[in-house]
């Protein structure tokens, strides 16, 4: 009895430790894993652009920053649901994807407060210098724009498309992590937080109202309500409202680019993204909102964030790859 008991202890021992030991291996896997590295550089990257904007409002305003942390605080609760619905059903690959949706409502709550904190630096506005670079192109943004307005049906095709992208970035925004597809989702979150810390210092020390600005092409009444903000926020506004500050580079361009890549591996939306983005970028400058200048910088910046996100993404699926690979 001795001796059959203490094999059971024996093997009782082993066995525990080799459930341990299985516990850790399957721990390693359930927990952030190899998606670290994208949530280490998205606090990295957040954290300096949530800094500069807070402390940017702070000095030049004295508020704004309370609407972040509003924001943030009422919205991030709801978008950690799908993470932890992916968890219990120990989807552990969907919710890396799905814990990309808590940095996409942070970066939305920034944005504005981005934009209008890099107007009231008040630098020069760089209008002229746009558009001579057009004229260098060989582009007449403000003849386009005229002829476009010119022609009713073709004004219509081009403002809805322009407006394309509040129904495009959405779908780019939320869809990917929803619905699981991990690299995707991850790249867009990294992609746009690159272009936002790229981008921020640019079109801070380029501010400009638009190709209609001292133009033969009037504007139509967004444009020229989006002027009256710009002057008023460049002038040392606290109450102007806040109307498409960011002409360069074109986040319409940037936004239209990211989300088209981010919906490519959903195949039912593969065409569709790309088409509506298409749709996006050539309104830009048939609608008159953005000089071609803005257009080239944006597809620009676009590559530059994307090549970021696979540096910070694509190794991680290689490696994935290579540890499930039998030893």
Same mark, same amino acid.
């Given at each position: 009895m001795k001796i059959s008991s203490g094999k059971v202890l024996g093997c009782g021992t082993l066995g525990v430790f080799g459930i341990l030991r299985g516990e850790m291996r399957r721990?390693?896997?359930?927990?952030?894993?190899? %998606?670290?590295? /994208?949530?280490?550089?998205?606090?990295?990257?957040?954290?300096?652009?949530? #800094?500069?904007?807070?402390?940017?409002?702070?000095?030049?305003?004295? !508020?704004?920053?309370?609407?972040?942390? &509003?924001?943030?605080?009422?919205?991030?609760?709801?978008?950690?649901?799908?993470?932890?619905?992916?968890?219990?059903?120990?989807?552990?690959?969907?919710?890396? =994807?799905?814990?990309?949706?808590?940095?996409?409502? +942070?970066?939305?709550?920034?944005?504005? %407060?981005?934009?209008? &904190?890099?107007?009231?630096?008040?630098?020069?506005?760089?209008?002229?210098? *746009?558009?001579?670079?057009?004229? =260098?192109?060989?582009?007449?943004?403000?003849?386009?724009? $005229?002829?476009? $307005?010119?022609?009713?049906?073709?004004?219509?095709? %081009?403002?809805?498309?322009?407006?394309?992208?509040?129904?495009?970035?959405?779908?780019?925004?939320?869809?990917?992590?929803?619905?699981?597809?991990?690299?995707?989702?991850?790249?867009?979150?990294? $992609?746009?937080? $690159?272009?936002?810390?790229?981008? @921020?210092?640019?079109?801070? &020390?380029?501010?400009?109202?638009?190709?209609?600005?001292? #133009?033969?092409?009037?504007?139509?009444?967004?444009?020229?309500?989006?002027?009256?903000?710009?002057?008023?926020?460049? #002038?040392? !506004?606290?109450?102007?409202? /806040?109307?498409?500050?960011? !002409? @360069?580079? #074109?986040?319409?361009?940037?936004?239209?680019?990211?989300?088209?890549?981010? *919906?490519?591996?959903?195949?039912?939306?593969?065409? /569709?993204?790309?088409?509506?983005?298409?749709?996006?970028?050539?309104?830009?400058? !048939?609608?008159?909102?953005?000089? /071609?200048?803005?257009?080239?910088?944006? @597809?620009?910046?676009?590559?530059?964030? &994307?090549?970021?996100?696979? +540096?910070?993404?694509?190794?991680?699926?290689?490696?994935?790859?290579?540890?499930?690979?039998?030893?």
């Amino acid at each position: 009895m001795k001796i059959s008991s203490g094999k059971v202890l024996g093997c009782g021992t082993l066995g525990v430790f080799g459930i341990l030991r299985g516990e850790m291996r399957r721990a390693e896997w359930v927990g952030l894993g190899l %998606s670290r590295r /994208v949530h280490v550089f998205m606090a990295c990257v957040y954290g300096a652009l949530l #800094s500069a904007t807070t402390w940017g409002l702070w000095t030049r305003s004295g !508020s704004g920053w309370q609407g972040i942390a &509003l924001t943030s605080a009422v919205i991030f609760p709801v978008v950690l649901l799908p993470a932890i619905i992916y968890n219990d059903l120990k989807s552990y690959e969907k919710r890396h =994807a799905a814990l990309t949706l808590p940095w996409v409502v +942070l970066l939305v709550a920034i944005i504005p %407060s981005m934009a209008v &904190l890099s107007v009231r630096f008040e630098f020069p506005l760089r209008d002229a210098l *746009l558009a001579k670079m057009d004229r =260098a192109l060989g582009f007449d943004v403000p003849a386009i724009a $005229a002829w476009t $307005a010119a022609h009713p049906h073709w004004r219509i095709l %081009s403002d809805k498309s322009y407006d394309v992208l509040y129904l495009l970035l959405p779908m780019a925004m939320f869809l990917p992590g929803i619905l699981g597809k991990r690299e995707a989702a991850e790249q867009f979150i990294v $992609a746009n937080a $690159a272009a936002f810390l790229l981008s @921020f210092p640019v079109f801070t &020390l380029m501010p400009a109202i638009g190709p209609w600005a001292g #133009s033969q092409f009037a504007g139509n009444a967004a444009q020229k309500a989006c002027e009256a903000s710009i002057i008023a926020l460049h #002038s040392g !506004s606290k109450t102007a409202a /806040v109307v498409g500050v960011v !002409s @360069f580079p #074109s986040f319409h361009v940037i936004w239209a680019v990211l989300s088209a890549r981010a *919906l490519w591996p959903i195949r039912g939306l593969r065409i /569709v993204g790309v088409a509506m983005a298409g749709l996006v970028v050539v309104s830009t400058v !048939s609608t008159g909102w953005h000089y /071609v200048a803005d257009v080239i910088a944006g @597809f620009a910046m676009a590559a530059v964030a &994307l090549g970021i996100a696979r +540096l910070v993404v694509e190794p991680e699926r290689k490696k994935r790859t290579e540890a499930l690979q039998p030893k």
